[in-house]
DNA sequence: GATGAATGAGAGTTCATTCAT
DNA sequence: TATGAATGAACTCTCATTCAT
C-alpha cells in the first residue's frame, strides 16, 4: 500500500525472478531445454509450478531471459578482463582462470543449443549470434593491444578472438563440473599457443 | 517353408538399420535428443514409426547405436588422417579440411549431449568418455611425429591432441551447416598455432 | 504462503482416490484389465485422464489397490457374517443374500484374474492366495459353530468354506448383474447342501 | 492337383487349424483374451503370425473357434459321463476325476469371459450362454437318475445341476495347472454334499 | 501356402499450462 | 501472491492386420 511497501514489492520480485532464472540455468544446462520439466525449475527454486507462471509467461520465455542475461554477463564479464592490468598474456591468463571457475560452461551450453536448435525461433537464434559476435570485441582488444606489443601472434583479431574463444569452450564442454578428468591445466597450454614468444 | 530369401533379408535389414541412423543423426542433430519425435526419424527415414521398433528398441537404442557408429566412423576418419602423406601440417591440414566437410559437426554434437547430460546413463557416458579419449590417439601420433621434425610447438602430444581437437570442435559449434557467416577459412588458421614456425 | 486448506486438500484427494477405484473396479470388472483403457476409468469417474496420475503411478497401480481394498472389504463382511445373530444357517443365510447385494462380483471377478492370470507379477498373486486364505476363516468359524451344534455336516471346516465360496463364485460368475437369467433362489438351494437336516 | 492331394490339403488344413486352436486355448486362458498376442499363438503352435489369417480372419474369429469347440467338446465329456455304468454317484465321480485331468479349467475360463466381459458382442454371448444350459442337461438326468434311485438330493435336477458344475468351476478357478495348493481330494468332498446318505 | 517386414491406429503416460482456492 | 490439482494435447511404444516375396 505504502511507497515503500511497494518497492519492496519490486525488489522481492526481481529476487524471484532471479532465483529463477538461477535455477533454471542449472538445471537446463543439466538436462537439455526439452528434457527440463518446470516441475524441476520450480522444485530447485523452492516455488510452486503455478507460481513460476507469475513471473514467466513460458518455458521457452525463461530461456530467452536466461540467453539474454547470460550474455550480458558474459559481456561484463570480458570487460573485466580487458579492465584488468598487465600485459596481454596476464589479461587472457586472467579471464582462463576466471572463466573456468565461473558458471561459463553451463552458459555456453545453453547459448549452443540457441544457436544451432532447430527448435529456437529464427529471431532469437540471430540476436544471439549478432551479441556473440559482439561480445567477441573484449578479446579482440586485449589480442590487438597485444599483437602491438609483439606479444600475441600476428593475424586478424576477431578471427583469433573466436578461435580462442572455440578453444576454450571446446575445453569446458570436455571439462564438466564433476568431471575432473581432464585437468584446468590444460587451458593455459592452450593459452599459450596464442603467444609469439613460447 | 519359407519363400523369403534370408540373405537378402539380411541385407535389407542391414541398409534399413543404417538408414534410420542416418535420418536419426541428422534430425537429432538438428533439434536435440529429447525435442527429436521418433515420428521425425520415421518420416525422415521414409519408415513408418512402428517399424522403426523392428529395428531399434526405443530412442535411447537408437541414440546409443549412434553415438556408437559415430565414433567408430571418426576412429577410421583420424587413422585416414595418420595414414596420408606428408608433413604433419599436411596430414593435419587434411583433417582439418576433412572435418568441414563430413557430418563431424553432427557427431560432435551428439557426443557432448552424451557427455554432459543428466538424462544420458552414467554406463554410457563412461563408454563414451573412454573412447574419445582413445581417439585422441592417432591426432597426438601426428603431433608427435611433427615435433620430431620440429614442425610442431613442444608440449604434451596428447594434451595438444586435445587442444586441437577442442579447437576444431568450438569452431564446428560456431559454424552449423547453413550458417555460413564463419569463414571455414579461419580452420587454416587456427592450426597455424600448432606450427613452430609460423 | 499456502493460501490452500491442507486439511480440505487431503480429504478431496481421499475422496478422488476412492471415486477412482470405484469407477475402475466397475469398468475393469464389465470389460477385464487389459481390455480397459485408463480413458475409460477416467470417464467413469468425470476425471480427466492426466489426473489419474496424481492418484495412481499406472495402471497396474490401480489394480493392485483394487485388489487390496476388494479382500479388505470382504474380510469385514465375512466378519460381520460371522458376527451376526442366530443358528449358523442364519448367518450363512445373510452372508449369501449380502454377497449377491454387494459388489461381490466385480471383486471376485477381479481376483480370480489376479490368481490366475500370467500377466499379474507372482508376489502380488501370492499376496492375493494367501489374503484369499486367510479371508475363509470367519466363514470357517461359522462353519464349526454350526457342527458343533449339528447343524452343519462333518468335515473339515477349512475344505467346507472354500467348497462353499468356491459355490458362490461359481454362481456369481453365472449371474452378472443385468443378466438374471439365474435366479438369485439358487443361492438359498446350494446353501442348503451344507446342512445336516435337509 | 490330384484328389488324393486335395484330400491330403484338406487333411493338413483341419490339423493347422486344431494345432493353432489348442495353442489359442493355452495362451489365451493363461493371459486372458486381449493381453494375448496373435504372435503369441503363432510361436506356440509354431507358425508364422501371417499364416494364422490364413485359417482364421481375425483373433475375435480365433476366440469364437474356441468357445464353439470348447462347448462342444464338453458337451461329448458331459455325455460321456451319463452313458457311464454305475450308480449317480459313480457317474458324478467320473465326471469329477476326468474335469480335473482335462483342459476343462482353460475352458472354463474363456467361456467366463465371453458371458460376462463387454467386449464379446451379444450375439455371441448368447450363444453360449443358451449351450451352457443345454450343456447342463447331461448332468441333469445324472442327479434325476440319482434321486429316482434315492441316492441324490431332492431338488429341481437342473438347478442342482448349475450348483454341481458352479461349484466345480468354482474350484477349479482356485486350483490353477502349477498351483497345487488347494488338494483336488476337495472335489469329491464337495461331490459328498449331493448325496443323500453322507 | 508360408513368411516376417511393414503399416498405422490406438494405448499408456507425461507435462506445459491454467485456475479455483 | 502462492499453491498444487486439473486438463488434454502430444509423445513413446505396441500390436492386429496386410502384403510383397
Do not use: C
Not at 552458459?107 to 556473440?132: D, G, N, Y
Request: aromatic share 6%.
Amino acid at each position: 500500500m505504502s511507497p515503500r511497501n511497494k518497492e519492496k514489492d519490486q525488489q522481492l520480485r526481481a529476487e524471484r525472478t532471479s532465483q529463477i532464472l538461477d535455477s533454471a540455468l542449472t538445471v537446463i544446462a543439466r538436462r537439455g531445454l526439452s528434457a527440463t520439466k518446470v516441475a524441476d525449475i520450480a522444485e530447485m527454486a523452492g516455488v510452486s509450478v503455478g507460481n513460476i507462471y507469475k513471473y514467466f509467461s513460458s518455458k521457452e520465455d525463461i530461456f530467452e531471459a536466461l540467453l539474454h542475461r547470460g550474455q550480458q554477463e558474459y559481456r561484463d564479464f570480458a570487460e573485466e578482463a580487458w579492465g584488468q592490468a598487465g600485459s596481454a598474456k596476464d589479461r587472457l591468463s586472467w579471464y582462463t582462470v576466471n572463466w573456468l571457475n565461473k558458471r561459463e560452461w553451463a552458459i555456453t551450453t545453453l547459448l549452443q543449443h540457441a544457436r544451432t536448435s532447430e527448435t529456437i525461433p529464427e529471431r532469437l537464434k540471430q540476436a544471439v549470434s549478432a551479441k556473440f559476435k559482439d561480445n567477441l570485441r573484449p578479446i579482440a582488444a586485449i589480442i590487438e593491444d597485444g599483437q602491438q606489443r609483439g606479444e600475441i601472434v600476428s593475424g586478424a583479431s576477431m578471427e583469433l578472438a573466436l578461435i580462442y574463444v572455440s578453444m576454450m569452450e571446446g575445453l569446458t564442454l570436455h571439462d564438466i563440473p564433476g568431471t575432473p578428468e581432464l585437468s584446468s591445466g590444460i587451458a593455459e597450454s592452450a593459452l599459450q599457443l596464442l603467444l609469439r614468444d613460447r
